[in-house]
């Protein structure tokens, strides 16, 4: 077939068109491909909620505490110079045992006698209960209401108070031995006494078993006294506890038996906190 030369040269142009049409789509089907997709930033749409933080406005509040790792109810009621079961009443826990990290615990009596569960808090402290490490504490049901008489004018239940804390009151040695340790506030927060298996261990002022147990560790067979609203003692590594909890004591009676529980040797370990502060047992006691 002859082709003359105008008809070469369109065909030579329509090639040469349909070669730059096929170029110009592949160059677009490239950038499609390798531009990169648009990337939104998602990272500050909505909020992490962590627990740790849950309450952070009650923690920064006076009588509150959070939680942290290795934290038990009877530590933290000890170094907030309150009674393990005050502390579970004021939070309305049913188990003392089961606390998680980050939670707010109130630590202080309630404002107005309002405690967490809407009772107050006096009838609080003295209702709940606390329980042995692995045992659940049973709810106790509320006081029945009581109904005037006709024509008799309601009055506020009388209830019991701390005395007014104050550092007058007068501390007699717990046992007789001698001092094997000083208090020291960032390693020993009391001294160590020493003394024979089963010497007689003594309360040292007047007050109330706020505790009596082993649920702290590195205590031992615990006892804790509180005398008025300033001071408790703590009398640790017991052999044998001779009182109760909510019993009253007074001043040199006998209420544990000194041991070694959860102790190298049989020592009694005696601490003085005043407002929940360790402070040296020395300044306090007689002077031998």
């Known amino acids: 077939m002859k082709v003359n030369g105008g008809g070469a040269r369109g065909l030579r142009l329509t090639l040469w068109g349909v070669c730059m049409a096929c170029l110009v789509i592949a160059g677009c089907s490239t950038r499609k491909v390798t531009q990169p997709a648009p990337v939104e930033d998602r990272s500050s749409a909505r909020p992490v909620e962590s627990k740790s933080l849950q309450g952070s406005e009650s923690v920064a509040k006076p ?48 404002v107005s006698g309002v405690g967490a569960s809407g009772a107050s808090g006096s009838a609080g402290v003295t209702s709940a209960a606390v329980a042995p490490p692995g045992v659940v504490a049973r709810p106790l049901s509320p006081p029945a209401a009581v109904t005037p008489a006709s024509g008799a004018v309601p009055s506020t239940p009388s209830v019991p108070q701390p005395v007014a804390g104050n550092d007058d009151i007068g501390f007699v040695w717990p046992a007789q031995g001698a001092v094997l340790s000083a208090f020291d506030e960032s390693k020993n927060k009391g001294v160590a006494i020493s003394g024979k298996l089963g010497d007689p261990v003594l309360a040292a002022a007047d007050g109330r078993v706020v505790y009596a147990g082993a649920g702290l560790r590195g205590y031992g067979n615990l006892i804790i006294l509180k005398h008025n609203a300033t001071f408790l003692t703590a009398y640790a590594h017991n052999q044998a506890l001779l009182v109760r909890e909510d019993q009253t004591v007074k001043q040199g009676q006998r209420i544990a038996e000194m041991g070694s529980s959860d102790a190298d040797r049989v020592k009694l370990h005696f601490e003085v906190r005043r407002l929940g502060k360790p402070v040296d047992p020395l300044n306090f006691l007689p002077k031998r």
């Open 63 to 110: 009588g509150f505490y959070a939680v942290r790792p290795g934290d038990t109810l009877y530590r933290i009621a000890l170094e907030a110079g309150q009674s393990p079961r005050d502390v579970q009443a004021w939070n309305n826990l049913s188990n003392p045992n089961l606390i998680e990290i980050g939670q707010v615990l109130r630590v202080a009596p309630p």
